[in-house]
């Protein structure tokens, strides 16, 4: 068997070949593009002719990862976050280059190839949902941003924009805002302009106009007319920076809904209690479509965070919050376990108990999203649809079971 790292940047990937006792076999430098991805298939393929061979590298975003798939080669995930202490096994002095870096990662998998997972392609559809979700995601990040900088803006010059609407960044608060950027201007305003931007959007009603006009009545020390013109200009380009990328979002909602039309898990995850569109896309292009991937609940349970670590030496014992996990998952299991409490009786009966214990609502949630991941693996490695009264029903045997060992004991 040969052994092969892969360090990589986004210009050039450096190889490391080894054998089984670790001598070096090969390295060299590839260009991060196809021809460089068939110079190495080759190198590769000459010097294999009587051995297997398989990969290892940091990321499982790279091109080359699909290329060496395509061709049934076996590719590792190795964690970034460990790698500092894999250099340390060689060298103490911190000493790092690519081609180090690339023997590191070859020796690891000759090492401690069955602790580390291996990276398989899921099909199409689920690969193009994970990249919608990111893309949307980074969207949303930056409406939020943005968002936060128009309310500072806001605050400085106009703070009773602030409370006109109850989110500064929906529609009808930045068309308000395009129309009526300064107090003043909201001030001379009719009641029938007013009104107009109000309907156009669909939110009009009188008792919101009186609330707008009792707002904008109020008094405050008025600001320098300076900051007023600079506020002015940066707050309507805010606003034209934020009304598209609505649009868009909306726009990434619907390829979200007709990827999820034409995936088989869909039913499975929309079964889960509290389970919209984006939850769901999440949890499968996390879990993605291959049912070996994953034996047990508990690597999903550590892969999204939800686990803690656990720490013991002799009488010694203490947990921690996992902070190397996977941070997407982690968002999605805790915004599922927030969601599920309106929707589910055990869910919502399981967090009170855990705050009754004194835990904060970060840390319940947590806890609770950690129990849910137990019944997501169920109903995805089994390809069953969540059943609430089923699962009540399981978790009253198990309480009634456990009774009865401690009635006996």
Known sequence: MLYCGIDWSWEQLTLFIIDDKGNPIKDFVINNDLDGFMY??????????????????ETSNQRVIDFLISYDYKVYLINSNSMDKFRRRYKTSGVKSDSFDAFVIANVLRTDTSTLNTITADDQLTQELGMVLRDRESLVELKTRLSNQLRDSLRQYFPQALNLFNDISCIVSLQFLEAFPTHCDAQRATKKQIQSVLRENGYYSEKKLREITRVLRKKQFPPRANSIRAKKEFTLFLVSMIKPLIRQIKAYDEMIESLLEKHPDTELFLSLPGVGNNLAGGMISALGDDRSRFDSAKQIQSLGGTAPITKSSGNYRYTQFRFS???????????FAFSSI????????????KRSEGKTSSHAFRCLANAWVRVIFAVWKNKTVYDENRHLASVSRHMMSQNYVLALT
């Open 325 to 335: 996990c996977n941070k997407t998952l982690r968002k999605t299991l805790h915004q």
């Open 40 to 57: 190495a298939l080759s190198t590769i393929r000459h010097l294999c002719k009587e051995h297997d061979i398989i990969f290892a590298i």
């Open 342 to 353: 309106t929707k589910s009786l055990w869910a919502k009966n399981y967090y009170n108990k």
